[in-house]
């Protein structure tokens, strides 16, 4: 039996890759495009084990999907690769519709062909797990309830409206062609790994370099914040024994304004790493023009993952925050090789056959 996970280089991906890899013994194929934020120094630890397998590609080349799963024979896919960050959205949207739409699109076709080629029992047993974004629905005002599974996809950035199709065509391949296929929608993810152009690894790693730490306009946008290992083990039990067709909201019941994350990363600072002059990291704090579109607030209503598959969060934003903010203070060498760019160089020294 094999796993294949798509976009398994990525932050989330990698740390589901982890583990996997530390909770089961089942095998699994990571196929990766390598993109500016995957990053196979995330995945060094597993690099000699005998149950990861790497393949350098893309998930919009069927060739190179068919011989994957003619190879691997997965039992199971789990679809993790996407462009997925707003600003990169509304400045280069094309990346984003061919990753997010046409690869998924492509991906769909190529496991379904392998599907179908499967015997009855295999089948049955198959799953496509594809993991999505809370942004698809939209924006919530401060008195709304949180999203539920059943509320209306509304996307107001290019990266959710191409989230937001990819969704769309998953739930089409099950109902039109009998995919097997389980959907997830998070919350905000944080957590190790974190490539630094999202806010909690910017700011920790801009507090320490003594640069400014950016907060757009007032600072009161709400975000549902959920430790990215909860994420991990939320869709290992998804795959597990969620209902086929179904979508799982999974969110971590922390709301939190952008402002409150970044003044508490600057208290734990304050306490794990204080500035030589003793002043707080607070201090560096800067309010900069609004990103277009920005959306006010998202939360996710995880109640029914943990109704139906007994599933909820075992980190609280604050035990997850003091975590994260201990992971990159322990880990300056995969920080500086992500910004320095020699991450870069971790396929051609590692990968030349």
């Known amino acids: 039996m094999t796993v294949l996970v798509t976009g398994g280089a990525g932050f989330i991906g990698g740390n589901f890759v982890l583990d996997w890899l530390s909770q089961l013994d089942e095998p699994i194929v990571n196929l990766d495009k390598l993109t500016y934020a995957g990053n196979l120094q995330t995945l060094a630890?597993?690099?000699?084990?005998?149950?990861?397998?790497?393949?350098?590609?893309?998930?919009?080349?069927?060739?190179?999907?068919?011989?994957?799963?003619?190879?691997?024979?997965?039992?199971?896919?789990?679809?993790?690769?996407?462009?997925?960050?707003?600003?990169?959205?509304?400045?280069?949207?094309?990346?984003?519709?061919?990753?997010?739409?046409?690869?998924?699109?492509?991906?769909?076709?190529?496991?379904?062909?392998?599907?179908?080629?499967?015997?009855?029992?295999?089948?049955?047993?198959?799953?496509?797990?594809?993991?999505?974004?809370?942004?698809?629905?939209?924006?919530?005002?401060a008195d709304d309830a949180p999203f539920t599974e059943t509320n209306r996809y509304e996307p107001n950035s290019p990266y959710s409206a191409s989230k937001a199709a990819s969704d769309h065509l998953v739930r089409a391949w099950h109902h039109t062609y009998g995919l097997p296929v389980l959907t997830t929608n998070c919350s905000n993810n944080y957590g190790p790994y974190h490539f630094p152009e999202k806010l909690i690894p910017l700011v920790i790693l801009h507090a320490l370099a003594g640069k400014a730490l950016p907060i757009y306009g007032d600072g009161q946008q709400v975000r549902d914040w959920l430790y990215v290992k909860d994420h991990c083990s939320a869709i290992r039990r998804v795959l597990e024994a969620g209902t086929v067709g179904e979508t799982y909201n999974v969110g971590g019941w922390n709301e939190k304004t952008n402002l409150d994350v970044v003044t508490r990363i600057c208290s734990l600072l304050d306490e794990l790493s204080p500035r030589q002059d003793g002043i707080s990291y607070a201090q560096q704090i800067t309010y900069v023009q609004d990103r277009p579109g920005h959306d006010r607030r998202y939360a996710i209503d995880a109640r029914k993952i943990e109704r139906t598959l007994g599933w909820k969060p075992a980190e609280t934003f604050e035990t997850g925050l003091r975590k994260t903010v201990v992971w990159y203070l322990e880990n300056q060498s995969w920080v500086e090789g992500v910004t320095s760019g020699q991450y870069r160089q971790w396929l051609e020294t590692h990968y030349r056959g």
Do not use: C
């Open 45 to 141: 630890e597993v690099e000699g084990d005998d149950r990861y397998r790497f393949v350098h590609g893309d998930i919009g080349d069927r060739e190179l999907l068919n011989k994957i799963l003619n190879e691997y024979q997965p039992r199971a896919i789990l679809n993790f690769a996407a462009e997925s960050h707003v600003d990169r959205s509304i400045h280069g949207p094309g990346e984003f519709i061919q990753t997010n739409v046409v690869g998924t699109f492509t991906l769909l076709e190529a496991v379904r062909a392998y599907w179908l080629g499967q015997d009855d029992q295999a089948k049955s047993a198959f799953r496509f797990l594809h993991v999505s974004t809370d942004e698809v629905y939209g924006t919530l005002s």
